[in-house]
């Protein structure tokens, strides 16, 4: 392993763990009743919410108060999930809750109550246009959207190959 690997590994190895103190203080806030602030990153809401957006996470108070519509943050080993409640079902003494993406394909294995970290309360995307209350409840276009977010991607692809094209075509006029 050369000098470059080695420092290559070091710091995955530290944001890794970056991330996993990001994620611990990220729980713990919300379990103290605190309001969270996180930036997405990817496109599994989009259009709803687009990468870069702000999210303002509310802890759960109430169970009650989170319906089908709302989206919610729920838990999970790497972080969390942003994701729109579909529904809920009970199964014995315990309540099930249905996530999906606005633009995934399918809905998320459901979660527990005890998973789900709270409720998102607000938004503000990069052109600090706001969203809140039942401006974030609304019915996704779940196939429309997953054809808009394939053809960003599709544009993002190309643009990334283009950019290596040109890169190694004027790195060898040199």
Same mark, same amino acid.
């Given at each position: !392993? @050369?000098?470059?690997?080695?420092?290559?590994?070091?710091?995955?190895?530290?944001?890794?763990?970056?991330?996993?103190?990001?994620?611990?203080?990220?729980?713990?806030?919300?379990?103290?009743?605190?309001?969270?602030?996180?930036?997405?990153?990817?496109?599994? !809401?989009?259009?709803?919410?687009?990468?870069?957006?702000?999210?303002?996470?509310?802890?759960?108070?109430? !169970?009650?108060?989170?319906?089908?519509?709302?989206?919610?943050?729920?838990?999970?080993?790497?972080?969390?999930?942003?994701?729109?409640?579909?529904?809920?079902?009970?199964?014995?003494?315990?309540?099930?809750?249905?996530?999906?993406?606005?633009?995934?394909?399918? =809905?998320?294995?459901?979660?527990?109550? =005890?998973?789900?970290?709270?409720?998102?309360?607000?938004?503000?995307?990069?052109?600090?246009?706001?969203?809140?209350?039942?401006?974030?409840?609304?019915?996704?276009?779940?196939?429309? @959207?997953?054809?808009?977010?394939?053809?960003?991607?599709?544009?993002?692809?190309?643009? @990334?190959?283009?950019?290596?094209?040109?890169?190694?075509?004027?790195?060898?006029?040199?």
């Amino acid at each position: !392993m @050369n000098q470059a690997e080695k420092e290559h590994g070091k710091h995955m190895e530290k944001s890794g763990n970056d991330h996993k103190i990001a994620r611990d203080l990220g729980f713990s806030l919300l379990s103290e009743g605190r309001i969270l602030r996180i930036r997405a990153g990817g496109y599994s !809401m989009y259009p709803s919410i687009k990468p870069g957006t702000t999210i303002l996470i509310s802890p759960k108070e109430n !169970m009650k108060d989170i319906v089908p519509g709302d989206i919610i943050a729920w838990k999970r080993a790497q972080g969390f999930v942003v994701h729109r409640l579909i529904r809920t079902e009970e199964r014995g003494n315990e309540i099930l809750y249905y996530t999906r993406g606005d633009s995934c394909r399918h =809905e998320d294995s459901p979660v527990t109550g =005890e998973q789900i970290a709270g409720k998102v309360i607000r938004t503000e995307d990069r052109k600090n246009r706001i969203k809140k209350g039942d401006q974030l409840r609304k019915k996704p276009a779940y196939p429309l @959207n997953r054809i808009i977010v394939r053809f960003i991607s599709g544009i993002k692809h190309l643009t @990334n190959n283009l950019s290596a094209i040109f890169a190694k075509a004027s790195g060898s006029n040199e």
